[in-house]
């Protein structure tokens, strides 16, 4: 499996999905006729920040600016993925997920999770750093994430991906 950044833009989907019905699939992703979104690897990373993502179906655009591209080409390094949902940044290594306010200053991800009630041992290797959480928090800062959806699904993450959003429509 490969790192892949996941762009895409909600307004189309959305459209998409009441146009023409959608299911969510056993990762609890969302499965539509078709995607709406698109995938990046590590070497396609250059075109998209010289050319920015333009959606295939509405033309808008993203801009992919420094700070972006910065954090992006960070988390193409790391060990879990990285999904953002309205105010909260999702991280995942398909064993252990948890939720970090897109506002919240975090100064160790062990510590944020241990006042949530979990315990960690020996998961360090597993976590974002404080600098990794950082460098999202600006990224996010530099686009609509009600407009864009914005993904990395690390190859070398535990497990693959898997949609806690989706997992919890599922059950409805
Ligand atoms: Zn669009």
Redesign the pocket.
Known sequence: MFTRLILG?R???EQLKTTKGYSYNTNGDLQLPFS?RTEFKEDELTELFTNHYH??????SLEITPRMMKCITNLFQKNFHVDIQNDFIQITNGELSFAVPVEKEINSIKEFLSKSGVQLENAEQYLPTKDDIELIQIAIREFDTSKWSFRIESGKAHEPFVSATGLWFNGI
């Open positions: 833009c307004h189309c989907e709406t959606c295939p179906f509405c033309g808008e």
